[in-house]
């Protein structure tokens, strides 16, 4: 079973993120570029030098899944999806490479609109966990918005909540209030992601727990247009155990923390480590990485009602 752990074509420009791997195609009319989801893994802002096999495979396949959805349901839902298999890539793409090329990028990659990205990270919450409930311990509310006295970890929020935060470049993302996220891009616009992200967390979550899983809470990133800048389009990924917080609904219990299909099972493996939480990650262990896979694949299916058709060539 192979694992891609970094993405290479020669002669583009590229910039790599914690799993990404986007590439600008100056041949390309309009702005367009493509990106590549690898096969890392991250926890506590710093990258694990063990990949997980078919990771990024799963967040393509089931952000491409939520895209879809969206726009089929929701009039004048704007994303930046472009091609989503090799056989849709632009010829200027097709020409880099042969079949090898083609190898690493199906499955993995989609060709997009460039954007100019909303430095804001768009979180919503429908429970209280996490850092939301670490803030609501010690202040009553979360990121500013006030709660209710007497709620419990985990417990579902009267009504969902939007939380943004700042989208840092390295490092840690910050929460703000959402007047100092309007400061920064303008009222009007940051009014239009909350509402976007509120109205895509609601649906989301009612479609998952249709599957057996509640969305406890996730992130989306927005970007505009030059002939649109007060217009956000949803980018990057969506609802992914990467950007998203997914619960099995049969096994949910207010008062604790609960199982999940996303990265807390890797978090909560590192704190059993004598590791202090900076660069470089441990080498992960063969229990753990075929456990996180197994999580990665076990939320598509559920919330898709597709097998996940798994990568099983040779490491290479």
């Known amino acids: 079973m192979s694992a891609l752990f970094e993405s290479s074509i020669p002669g583009l420009p590229v910039r790599r993120g914690k799993v990404r791997d986007v ?6 009319p309009g702005g367009k570029l493509l990106i590549v989801a690898s096969d890392r893994i991250s926890a506590f802002d710093v990258i694990m030098p063990t990949p997980i096999p078919d990771k990024g495979r799963v967040l393509t396949a089931l952000s491409n ?3 879809h959805k969206f726009a089929r349901e929701i009039p004048a839902f704007r994303h930046h999806l472009l091609a989503t298999s090799w ?31 909303v430095p804001i990270e768009c979180v919503a919450r429908g429970y209280l966990t996490g850092s939301g409930w670490k803030d609501y311990q010690q202040t009553g509310a979360v990121s500013g918005v006030n709660l209710p006295a007497g709620l419990r970890q985990c417990e579902q929020l009267p009504a969902p909540i939007f939380t943004p935060s700042t989208k840092a470049a ?32 609601q649906r989301a979550a009612a479609y998952a727990r249709q599957r057996g899983i509640l969305l406890a809470d996730t992130k989306f990133e927005f970007g505009t247009l030059p002939d649109a800048s007060d217009q956000p389009l949803l980018i990057d990924e969506a609802l992914t155990p990467d950007s998203s917080r997914f619960w099995p609904a049969d096994e949910y219990q207010v008062g604790r923390d609960q199982p999940s299909f996303d990265k807390q099972y890797l978090r909560n493996y590192l704190e059993t480590l ?20 197994e999580k990665y694949i076990d939320a598509y299916e559920r919330l898709t009602g597709t097998p996940f058709v798994e990568d099983d060539r040779s490491p290479s």
């Open 65 to 67: 899944f939520w895209f």
């Open 87 to 117: 056989n849709e890539f632009p010829a200027s793409v097709r020409a880099l490479g042969g079949g090898g090329l083609r190898e690493m990028l199906e499955g993995r990659s989609v060709i997009v609109r460039k954007t100019s990205v």
């Open 23 to 28: 590439y600008e195609l100056p041949d390309e």
């Open 274 to 293: 004598a590791w202090t939480k900076s660069p470089p990650g441990p080498v992960l262990p063969d229990e753990v990485v075929a456990l996180s896979r």
């Open 170 to 201: 390295a490092g840690h993302d910050e929460p703000i209030s959402f007047d100092a996220a309007a400061a920064r891009v303008g009222t009007p616009l940051m009014e239009r992601c909350r509402s976007l992200t509120l109205d895509l967390y």
